[in-house]
């Protein structure tokens, strides 16, 4: 896997995610490429869209589809405590 740095956006704003999700949406420049872009919050993945996934596959986000931007209600909060805690040994790990 391979993460492209100059496209992350890390912020705490709900609307600023949004805006760089959609505009990771809108380009051409992944179109039909094995690539994906993720929304997530705390480490949890809100939403993803493949770039080479077709209209109305399960990993297919279209400009004007509804856009998440909260935490599913059924979530185990044990699971995301979790997921955050092996998040920080890692970044503990690569410094």
Do not use: C
């Not at 179109?31 to 919050?41: F, H, N, P």
């Amino acid at each position: 896997m391979q993460i492209d740095k100059t496209t992350w956006t890390v912020t705490p704003s709900p609307e600023a995610a949004r805006a760089a999700f959609v505009e990771l949406l809108t380009t051409d420049e992944y179109k039909g490429k094995k690539a994906q872009v993720v929304l997530s919050l705390n480490s949890y993945r809100l939403m993803l869209h493949r770039f080479n996934a077709e209209p109305g596959s399960e990993y297919y986000v279209g400009v004007d589809d509804e856009i998440t931007l909260e935490m599913p209600e059924n979530l185990d909060p044990k699971w995301l405590e979790k997921k955050n805690k092996q998040k920080q040994r890692q970044q503990h790990a690569n410094i």
